[in-house]
């Protein structure tokens, strides 16, 4: 039986505050070691966004956005489709996500499924490091991809067993740093 083939990419840098947010998601779903599931990092480069997705049934990106008015830390279900009329660059890229996706279209370059997931970022400064908002709305992003990776594949925990989502949430105990515990 063949398994679907998921990704998730985590857009962005740890070298500018917030945009951090999906570089952390990823490693923290890569820390599972799911079948079938594959975590990556992208600072948004089109090109190598579309070799990342492309073959997959689904791929999960997760971004940090801008919004206005702002709500820092709020997670965004974002509608490929709306995200197709969006205005260049929404995302915090020189190259917007809308422009990757319509040109991953037009050259037969898109997973079967495109999910993505915006975190409203509060700062995007050059530093490292992610405001209370946007750390606080790690649970939350990670439980949204999770619950969309359950729809194409079965969850398994490392030894084997099938996992509700909720699961692999991850436990945050401060803000200076990250921990992943499974949830029982």
Do not use: N, Y
Request: hydrophobic share 45%; glycine share 10%; aromatic share 4%.
């Amino acid at each position: 039986m063949t398994r679907s083939r998921v990704v998730v990419i985590g857009l962005g840098t740890g070298l500018r505050r917030d945009d951090g947010i999906g570089p952390v998601v990823a490693s923290l779903i890569a820390e599972w070691r799911m079948p079938w599931v594959s975590a990556e990092v992208s600072e948004g480069e089109p090109t190598q966004l579309m070799d990342l997705w492309a073959g997959a049934d689904l791929a999960v990106v997760v971004d940090a956005v801008v919004c206005e008015p702002a709500s820092p830390g709020r997670v965004l279900h974002i509608d490929t489709a709306r995200l197709r009329r969006a205005p260049a660059a929404a995302g915090s890229h020189c190259l917007g996500l809308s422009e990757t996706v319509a040109l991953g279209e037009a050259l037969g370059r898109r997973p079967g499924k495109l999910v993505i997931f915006g975190v409203e970022a509060a700062c995007l400064d050059t530093g490292v490091g992610l405001s209370p908002p946007v750390v606080s709305a790690i649970p939350a992003v990670i439980q949204a991809v999770l619950a969309d990776i359950a729809r194409c594949v079965p969850l398994r925990d490392s030894s084997g067993h099938f996992r509700d989502p909720s699961f692999f949430i991850a436990r945050i105990p401060h803000s200076s740093g990250f921990s992943v515990g499974l949830l029982a």
